[in-house]
Structures are given as C-alpha cells and as structure tokens.
C-alpha cells in the first residue's frame, strides 16, 4: 500500500523526520531561517494527507480548500494554535493537534529568567559596563524592584502559569494571585495561590506575567487601561502570544512610565521590526520567541508532532490533540 504524504513546512530535525519518513512520503521546507512563502504551501499542499506546522505558518480556510478532501490531519511543532482555523478544520473532521505538555517547563524556565533579567536590568546593566559606564560603585545605579517580598500576578494559569508560580514561589513573595477564566482550586492550593478578578490582579500586582492563550477574548486584553491601573512600579512579562497586548499602549505605558519596564518573548509582529520603538526603549527586554528553545525540547516538540500525525492517519486520537 502506498504511504500517506505529508507536507512538512520547516526542517524539524533528523530524530522526528526519520520516524515520519519510516511512515510517510514527506515533502519538505528546506531554509531553516525563512518561513515557507504562503505559495509555497499552496503548491505543496494539494492532495496530502497531512499537514506539519509550525507556529509562523498561518493554516486557513483557503490551504485547507487547496488541500483538498485527503486531508486528514494538520499538527503544529507549538503549544499555541492561533495561527490555525481550528474550528473549520474540526467542521471538515480534519484531525488536529499540537503539543502541550513537553515545552512546559522550558517555557517557565524563561518566563522567569526573562522576569530576572527585566527587573534586575541585566541586559542594559551588562551593556553599560561594556560602553564604560561603570565608572564606579553606586548605591542607587542600576537598581531594580525586588521579587523577593513582592505580589506576583500570572494571567492564564494553564500547565504553563501553574510552573511559572511553582518557580517564583522560591523567591519569598507576598502574595501569589493568578487569574483565570475559570478558578482552579486544587492546583491553586497545592500553589498557595489565590483566584482574583482580572482588574484586582494587575491593580495588586508587582509583576504581572502573562502566560494566557491568544484567543479572541484574550486579545488585546493588556490596553491603556489596564496599564493605566498597573502600579507605577509595575513589570509587565509576556511569554504567552504578542496578540495579548496592545503593542502601542504597551509602548506609550514604558514611554511615560505608568509601568516601570517590561519584558517580551513574544510580539507583533514577529520578527519585531528592527526600528521598533520597543527596541530603543532602556526599559524594555525584548527576546525573539525563544521560550521552549532548548534541544531536547525542540526535538521533544518536533517528535509529538510527528506523532500526533502518525496517530491520525491510523485512525487513533493523538496524544495532543487540540481541545477547543
Ligand atoms: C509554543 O509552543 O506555542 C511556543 O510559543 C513556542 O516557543
């Protein structure tokens, strides 16, 4: 019997294509650094079985018409699935997945070492003793709020939020809140957090962490007045999606200091353009999407993935299949 075809839109590493080659006739986006053009995709897709994607790929309606009736499966190598028609694939019974659960912990790992190094000023701290600021020691240069004793406010306490309060619950807060669509008693217990109101938690909050998904009630959801009501001293950490925040208002807030700095994994677009306002801002760190970039937990992602297709072609569910 003939292999299923696969369309594979980046090089995901030799571990996770071996298995998907032992199974499948795979095609393949060769240019590790360049996103497959949206024609390109279209040119490949017509008549796959499936579909292995990665977060920069938008997957629409209109791919899905190119594909054709064959298509039975679509993974994305991410946690985050905003950039697929998700609903319209599971109209069309097109099997659906990603892959929670393995980038976990490498995503917690970054969210706080992105929060360290945004309150404690390390890249511009670094970069001054490397220009020959550091002329001397001085008692108030370079200082930044402290985590320990602090209020830390996570919004999205999924898999990803609950590590990242597990972490910073080392660094002796005050207070641990976390805000979510719905409260998650057991998990927030064992945490020592506690449920609040999206308004009281970023009015309460040192250190706002986002680590929600983008969805469109997410969307957009850190604006001018939710900065405007931050305190003053507030730091804003974003390792969930760009999509989340205003990118604007976030700028005019880190401009006229209504919050006190800010640190992104994550924005819009992607790549942030070189002359982004964002990157000439003292106050802001801002790192290219590398959360999960550890290579074990690159390959681990690329292998789910693989697996998440493999299983749908057998008819089996995958171990990560999207529920919406
Ligand atoms: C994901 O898996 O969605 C992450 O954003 C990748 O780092």
Redesign the pocket.
């Known amino acids: 019997m003939a292999k299923p075809s696969v369309y594979v839109t980046r090089d995901i590493g030799p571990e996770a294509l071996a298995v998907l080659k032992n199974h499948c006739n795979v095609t393949m986006w060769h240019e590790p650094m360049t996103p497959v053009p949206r024609d390109e995709i279209i040119k490949n897709i017509v008549g796959k079985d499936a579909l292995l994607c990665l977060?920069t790929d938008n997957i629409d309606a209109e791919i899905l018409d190119i594909a054709g009736p064959k298509l039975k499966a679509v993974a994305t190598m991410?946690?985050?699935f905003d950039h697929m028609d998700v609903h319209e694939m599971k109209t069309r019974n097109i099997k659906v997945g990603h892959?929670p659960n393995v980038?976990t912990d490498s995503v917690a790992e970054l969210t706080v070492a992105l929060l360290l190094a945004t309150n404690r000023r390390l890249l511009e701290a670094s970069e001054a003793a490397r220009n020959g600021e550091w002329t001397t020691w001085s008692p108030f240069w370079m200082c930044g709020p402290s985590l320990s004793n602090s209020t830390v406010g996570i919004a999205g306490f999924g898999r990803i939020g609950q590590q990242v309060a597990h972490r910073v619950k080392a660094f002796n807060l005050k207070s641990l809140l976390y805000h979510d669509m719905f409260e998650k008693k057991e998990e927030a217990k064992q945490l020592g957090a506690e449920f609040v109101p999206f308004e009281e938690l970023i009015k309460r909050s040192d250190f706002v962490i986002a680590t929600c998904l983008l969805t469109p009630e997410t969307a957009k959801m850190f604006n001018d007045d939710v900065f405007k009501k931050m305190k003053k001293t507030a730091v804003f950490i974003n390792t969930s999606r760009g999509g989340v925040v205003d990118q604007d208002a976030l700028i005019r807030a880190l401009k006229t200091k209504t919050i006190w700095a800010a640190g992104l994994d994550v924005t819009v677009p992607e790549p942030l353009p070189t002359d982004s306002e964002l990157f000439k801002l003292k106050n802001c760190v801002v790192l290219p999407?590398i959360?999960?970039a550890s290579i074990e937990i690159r390959n681990a992602m690329a292998m789910l993935a693989v697996n998440n297709i493999l299983a749908a072609l057998r008819g089996e569910p995958m171990p990560g299949e999207v529920v919406e």
């Open positions: 977060l991410s946690v985050g892959t980038s999407h959360a999960s």
